[in-house]
């Protein structure tokens, strides 16, 4: 199966400060899209930031950027300036071939901002 | 961002009986829409594709049979869990598909089935 890691069930920054999730995945792929979605205690998945596979440059958003590295089959997710409000689950996926867009998702990462 | 829309956001039920979800898109048409299960402090696992008029298809191990899902219109899909028992309580997200190239995806806000 071709799976979505997570290493970090829970990770906590002071407010804001910056943190780092960590997201690796597997892929026979070369045309792909990843994606991370924050779930807050409404249970709504709202989408952070997206990258696609065949773009180099890494996408931000605002205070959300991302480390994409494609040969290390990395992405990890950059919250500067963190603020209460980032307190949340945050999932990594990947789109699952190609045309079919179904999402693989992580295990998640709990996230807790420090006052 | 587009909108979708989950119906109802909870719903208890007894053992044995059948529940009803619904998934719209409110503000465009979806061809494709997808059914998560999401276990306590777990992660999604997808169920089922929906496709607007035809079959859905659903991942190993998910039982037709007990989850059935219908995508009769571009704007609405609805999954019914059958005979429902105490396991089958969960919380139970609906995404929708933007028919766009790069096909991103919008949420429902989930629906929390609790089988007495």
């Known amino acids: 199966a071709q799976t979505v890691t997570q290493s970090q069930p829970e990770m906590s920054v002071q407010e804001a400060e910056t943190v780092t999730l960590s997201c690796t995945y597997d892929t026979s792929e070369s045309d792909y899209y990843l994606f991370w979605y924050k779930q807050p205690p409404s249970r709504q998945m709202i989408l952070v930031i997206r990258q696609e596979a065949y773009k180099q440059q890494n996408a931000t958003e605002n205070r959300f950027s991302v480390n994409f590295q494609k040969a290390a089959k990395s992405f990890s997710l950059k919250i500067s300036d963190s603020q209460l409000g980032d307190a949340a689950m945050y999932f990594c996926a990947r789109m699952y071939g190609a045309g079919s867009y179904q999402l693989t998702f992580g295990k998640g990462t709990k996230l807790s901002v420090i006052p | 961002g587009a909108v979708v829309s989950q119906h109802p956001s909870w719903v208890i039920c007894k053992s044995g009986t059948s529940v009803k979800i619904e998934c719209r898109s409110l503000d465009f048409q979806a061809t494709t829409m997808f059914w998560y299960r999401q276990f306590p402090k777990q992660s999604l696992m997808l169920m089922a594709t929906?496709?607007?008029?035809?079959?859905?298809?659903?991942e190993q191990g998910v039982e037709k049979d007990k989850f059935l899902i219908n995508h009769a219109s571009l704007t609405l899909s609805t999954l019914t869990v059958t005979s429902a028992h105490p396991e089958d309580s969960s919380f139970y997200i609906c995404?929708?598909?933007?028919?766009?190239?790069?096909?991103?995806?919008?949420f429902g806000e989930g629906s929390r089935l609790t089988v007495l």
């Open positions: 929906s496709n607007e008029g035809s079959k859905a298809t659903y």
């Open positions: 995404s929708a598909r933007l028919p766009t190239d790069t096909g991103e995806l919008f």
